[in-house]
Each structure stands twice: as C-alpha cells, then as structure tokens.
C-alpha cells in the first residue's frame, strides 16, 4: 500500500467521497444497490501525486475494485452484461472486433 492512503487527508478524502456518493457506482449502472467501502481512482494515478489528490473518484464495493474495475483496467473494456446477456461496454471485442 502506497504511503498516501495511510494520510488523515486522504482518510478525509475518502470520507467524503463514500458521503458524497455512498453507493456502488458500477452496480447502480446495472441496477443494483450495494454500499461502497472504497473511494477510488477513475483514472489511475500511476504514482503521479497530482493525480493522485486531484484525481476524479468514485465509490465502490471491495471486492469488485479488486476484480471488475481491475479487469477493465488490464484489458480496456469491462466485461460485466446486460439482462440479454450483451456486454454493455461498447470497447468489449464482441463490438470491436479486437481480442486482446
């Protein structure tokens, strides 16, 4: 873990992130209520401190920050689906064409 997140700025940072928007962002787009723990990142800071604490973030649940939103950052699409069983992301291969 990166020395920044242990800061009591960060730790407000986060605070009022999780207050601000307290619910999952990925899940509320597939219609699901789930309470976010982690104020994260949408663009990676890459160890860019700027970045890092002027960076635009959103709230999400542990376990997909660690699966889904790590899966999107590795291979540029998200993978996640909809009711008629089609990705919604309109980078996924099955639209584009290109496998990764």
């Given at each position: 873990?990166?020395?920044?997140?242990?800061?009591?700025?960060?730790?407000?940072?986060?605070?009022?992130?999780?207050?601000?928007?307290?619910?999952?962002?990925?899940?509320?787009?597939?219609?699901?209520?789930?309470?976010?723990?982690?104020?994260?990142?949408?663009?990676?800071?890459?160890?860019?401190?700027?970045?890092?604490?002027?960076?635009?973030?959103?709230?999400?649940c542990?376990?997909?920050?660690e699966?889904?939103?790590?899966?999107?950052?590795?291979?540029?699409?998200?993978?996640?689906?909809?009711?008629?069983g089609?990705?919604?992301?309109?980078?996924?291969?099955?639209?584009?064409?290109?496998?990764?």
């Amino acid at each position: 873990m990166y020395p920044l997140y242990g800061t009591r700025k960060w730790r407000n940072r986060r605070a009022q992130q999780l207050r601000i928007e307290p619910l999952w962002r990925l899940c509320l787009v597939d219609g699901k209520v789930v309470a976010a723990t982690v104020a994260d990142h949408i663009e990676p800071w890459n160890g860019d401190v700027n970045k890092f604490w002027l960076g635009e973030l959103q709230s999400l649940c542990a376990h997909c920050h660690e699966s889904r939103k790590k899966f999107r950052e590795r291979h540029g699409y998200d993978r996640g689906c909809g009711p008629d069983g089609l990705p919604l992301d309109p980078r996924h291969p099955v639209y584009t064409g290109v496998v990764k």
